[in-house]
């Protein structure tokens, strides 16, 4: 198991501190030091009174979300619903209470060793070299996806905008499916169905069914037998071919067209869908009960304009494959802000469409310019003009405001969060970090070090 740091916040009175160490080392847990220059990976805080230095310092040391922080109470008592809610929101992976279990140092191995697996698949070549980005927002998607697709065999609903990849979502989950013998994936677009021969695409038929069959044909459900079945766009079928399919989607039985007799098929179900399925149950252009059966899981994607932080490394990924051989050309920093300040109505697929419209002007060995940009891009843009100061960050400092956040908290917390985002974006290069942000190499070393004691010391 990856190690596993520990914090404590005034638990003494209710939970002794080598208590809990000695019954999460019997449980097989690894404890690192709780060393404040060291909080990096999944990690434990014990407290006894919910405050709000516990939310601040939770969004620090989860930053927001990417670490797994597992946050537990010394006793049930400090914890109600409304409570419990919030720190999940404020970037907790999950809130137990020590006095709620028999076994509370099994119940936290259990956790832990289950998170362990999920993000070593997350960071695997085989998921991050198809769906790429590393946003908090992106991450906590894919791991739900590549929870649910190797720890169960549930039906799942991918949703989310045209473009936002949901196909990919569909073949990772069916790649990362154990099933014994898992047979192939099969993939049926629900837009392109005909009416009139929806009964063959779907169950198939016998020779002489209908005019023109010639010969009998294996649908959609007998070719998944044994394998996973992907219906594209399932919210564009008809609400009578719902109908027709919900006993095969319950219970794996069907009849191809013109045949008395049943037939099994055993398949995992992956729908898609850009619509919102629930309004359009609530208006009675979708059955309900056919929801319910095929979204035992659903997994909202994104859409690039909620994980903009992903935008130049989904650039860098197109580059790669339209250029695989040899070391692929740079962005300059004008064109980097182009992407960052541009729309996406087409989500992945249009930043996809641009960077290989870019790749196909670009000669030379230098960085991809402003002058590989085709004209017919470049009109709407002004990017030296635009207010990075749009609504999102007008929300931001009002919800912070409402949660009783004062003015030098958040100053302080917009200075880390720039200093995070430049030295990601800098790949972690301290010196190009600092010429972004205007300071010198020197200062931004000496507010690392005083946030990272200040941190220590609340904590």
């Not at 004008?334 to 960077?355: A, S």
């Amino acid at each position: 198991m990856a190690r596993v740091w520990l914090s404590f916040l005034g638990t003494e009175r209710a939970l002794s501190k080598s208590a809990v160490e000695q019954q999460l080392k019997l449980a097989g847990v690894t404890v690192e030091s709780d060393d404040a220059e060291w909080r990096a990976g999944p990690g434990i805080v014990v407290f006894e009174e919910v405050s709000q230095s516990i939310f601040d310092r939770l969004r620090v040391l989860s930053r927001n979300g990417l670490e797994r922080v597992l946050l537990v109470a010394a006793q049930r008592k400090a914890l109600n619903g409304p409570t419990a809610w919030n720190l999940l929101n404020a970037g907790a992976a999950d809130v137990v209470a020590w006095d709620a279990v028999t076994a509370p140092a099994q119940e936290i191995r259990a956790r832990l060793e289950r998170w362990d697996a999920v993000d070593q698949l997350v960071d695997s070549p085989l998921v991050r070299s198809h769906l790429v980005g590393r946003s908090p927002t992106w991450i906590a998607v894919l791991r739900q996806i590549v929870e649910i697709a190797r720890f169960t065999d549930a039906a799942v609903l991918i949703a989310g905008e045209t473009g936002t990849g949901k196909e990919l979502a569909a073949r990772l989950i069916h790649t990362l499916d154990i099933r014994p013998n898992k047979q192939e994936l099969v993939i049926l677009d629900c837009t392109t169905i005909i009416p009139e021969l929806s009964g063959s695409e779907f169950f198939g038929h016998e020779r002489g069914a209908f005019t023109g069959a010639i010969a009998a044909r294996d649908g959609a459900f007998a070719l998944a037998d044994g394998g996973t079945l992907f219906l594209d766009e399932v919210g564009e079928l008809p609400a009578a071919l719902q109908a027709q399919l919900l006993r095969i989607v319950q219970e794996g039985s069907f009849k191809r067209v013109g045949s008395n007799s049943p037939q099994q098929s055993h398949f995992r179900l992956v729908c898609a869908t850009n619509r919102e399925l629930e309004r359009e149950i609530s208006q009675g252009r979708f059955r309900a009960d056919f929801y319910y059966r095929i979204a035992s899981w659903t997994c909202k994607l994104p859409s690039l304009a909620q994980r903009r932080e992903d935008i130049v490394p989904l650039a860098l990924h197109f580059i790669r494959q339209y250029q695989p051989h040899g070391e692929p050309p740079e962005l300059d920093d004008f064109v980097q802000e182009y992407l960052l300040t541009r729309d996406y109505p087409g989500n992945v697929r249009d930043l996809r469409r641009l960077i290989l419209r870019m790749m196909h002007h670009h000669v030379g060995t230098g960085p991809i310019t402003l002058g590989d940009i085709p004209a017919d891009e470049r009109a709407p843009m002004n990017p030296a003009n635009s207010d990075w100061r749009d609504e999102h960050f007008e929300n931001s400092i009002q919800r912070a405001l409402f949660q009783g956040a004062n003015l030098k908290e958040i100053g302080r917390a917009a200075e880390d969060a720039a200093i995070r985002r430049a030295l990601d974006h800098s790949g972690g290069n301290l010196r190009v970090a600092a010429q972004k942000l205007a300071v010198t190499e020197r200062a931004l070393q000496i507010r690392r070090a005083t946030r990272r004691k200040s941190q220590g010391r609340e904590l």
